[in-house]
């Protein structure tokens, strides 16, 4: 895994924890439990993660990064780029409405270091 990776994962964990103590709700495309279960991702405590229903729309979209040397986390997301830093980043197709950050760029609108 690349520091660029390693830096990511870092941030987008950290950013996790953040949400679980506050109890923040999570939101995710109609299919983010499934993906979650899909790639290894131990399953979220019940009622924290829930589905965006159609039309709604959101103030920020937390993706992952995207390098063109790796394979997408799914054969059909989406790529295109953070918002804040232009990194490429990658989403999936039923995400929600939104400006896209990556997980560095999120931790730090969360930190209110953005």
Known sequence: MSKTADRHTAAGLEL????RR??????????LLKDL?????????PGLVRAARRGEKFDVIVCAPYRAWEPLIFPDNRVGVCAFCREAIQYR??????????????????RGDA
């Open 16 to 19: 996790l924890a953040r949400l």
């Open 22 to 31: 506050r109890q923040e709700e999570v939101v995710g495309g109609p299919g």
């Open 37 to 45: 279960k899909d790639a290894g991702v131990p399953a979220p405590p």
């Open 93 to 110: 197709p039923d995400a929600p409405r939104g400006r896209r950050l990556c997980a560095v760029c999120a931790l730090q609108l969360e």
